[in-house]
């Protein structure tokens, strides 16, 4: 009797474990890590008791969907907290959480969250209310030490229709969606066959940058995060500017330039003229020809430098500027 009431309780225990905590950790590990907001590194500045203020943001189209909270104690290069705790402030959605309220909030982290792993994952699906959730933080360590969070989700990004549909070889395109990671290099951008580079992302725009020379034509445009990828929309892409001759080449400030070329913008504005350092202000323009005034600036041999719709213009001839014979 005692083997069999020991084999059901081992067989009930294993049951339990499987299809639930060990199960819901597992899920929450295998979350892509499509990371909506973070904080962080909080370092130790003393041996003294180091408190830090921050907020979780939560984007309204992720109220709904499921929340992991990862808190990491120290890295590679540097030592975690000896202990450190992380609350819930009492302006967040704060039911369900694990326990520990006192007058800071709901407690996240306590003392014996890195006891067996530098890593903690905490379930925090529709715990958090929509915008700033503040946390507070507080720990001991030795200098140095350093504690993050992030919190991830999961879900295919979306591309806004109000996009722009036209881009330049050599420019940087901002973008604008939701679901887009705030790690740059988690976002993966194609235009057409082209992985593009991201250098920037706060979840809602991501800012890539074109190569100059990017064949002229229409391509598609999308955003994935682990293999979840976004709607598509067309994007056109323009050639590169060129330079090809300036003329005159010897010049006098008050004088008018001509530089001939292509994929300059219709519009003057949209167009950008160096000599050297020195802005040169633009009289006129077409896609072909740039009229420009010399301003006022020393005597000197520079390399003239202009900027189409974002892109920097390939080529890049000299002139020289005196004040002779004026």
């Known amino acids: 009797m005692g083997r069999r009431f020991l084999a059901l309780l081992v067989t009930l225990l294993c049951t339990f474990t499987t299809s639930g905590v060990f199960a819901d950790a597992q899920d929450l590990k295998k979350l892509p890590r499509v990371v909506i907001s973070s904080g962080g590194p909080y370092t130790a500045q003393g041996n003294s008791i180091q408190t830090f203020d921050d907020a979780i943001e939560l984007p309204r189209e992720y109220s709904s969907k499921t929340l992991a909270l990862v808190a990491t104690n120290g890295s590679i290069s540097s030592p975690g907290f000896s202990w450190v705790r992380m609350f819930l402030q009492p302006t967040g959605s704060d039911t369900n959480l694990q326990s520990g309220a006192s007058e800071l909030g709901r407690l996240l982290v306590d003392e014996n969250s890195f006891l067996n792993s530098a890593q903690m994952f905490l379930d925090l699906t529709s715990q958090l209310a929509p915008g700033r959730n503040r946390i507070h933080i507080e720990g001991v360590g030795r200098q140095g030490a350093q504690f993050f969070w992030e919190l991830r989700s999961i879900g295919a990004p979306q591309l806004s229709k109000l996009n722009q549909r036209v881009t330049v070889g050599g420019a940087a395109l901002v973008v604008s969606g939701i679901g887009f990671s705030v790690r740059p290099n988690e976002n993966e951008v194609m235009l057409g066959?082209?992985?593009?580079?991201?250098?920037?992302?706060?979840?809602?725009?991501?800012?890539?940058?074109?190569?100059p020379g990017f064949p002229q034509g229409q391509y598609p445009f999308c955003v994935a995060i682990q293999g979840m990828r976004s709607n598509v929309i067309p994007m056109e892409v323009l050639p590169s500017p060129k330079i090809s001759s300036v003329n005159p080449i010897r010049l006098l400030p008050g004088q008018t330039i001509s530089i001939r070329g292509s994929g300059f913008s219709t519009s003057p504005q949209d167009n950008r003229v160096f000599i050297g350092n020195y802005?040169?202000?633009?009289v006129s323009s077409n896609?072909?020809?740039?009229?420009?005034?010399?301003?006022?600036?020393?005597?000197?041999?520079?390399?003239?430098?202009?900027?189409?719709n974002g892109a920097t213009a390939q080529g890049n001839p000299e002139v020289s500027i005196s004040y002779l014979n004026r």
Not at 279 to 282: G, Y
Not at 287 to 308: D, E, H, L
């Open 193 to 211: 066959p082209m992985q593009l580079s991201v250098m920037e992302s706060n979840g809602r725009f991501l800012k890539v940058y074109v190569p």
């Open 287 to 308: 896609a072909q020809i740039i009229n420009a005034m010399v301003p006022n600036m020393p005597a000197q041999t520079a390399k003239i430098t202009v900027i189409a």
């Open 279 to 282: 802005p040169v202000p633009v």
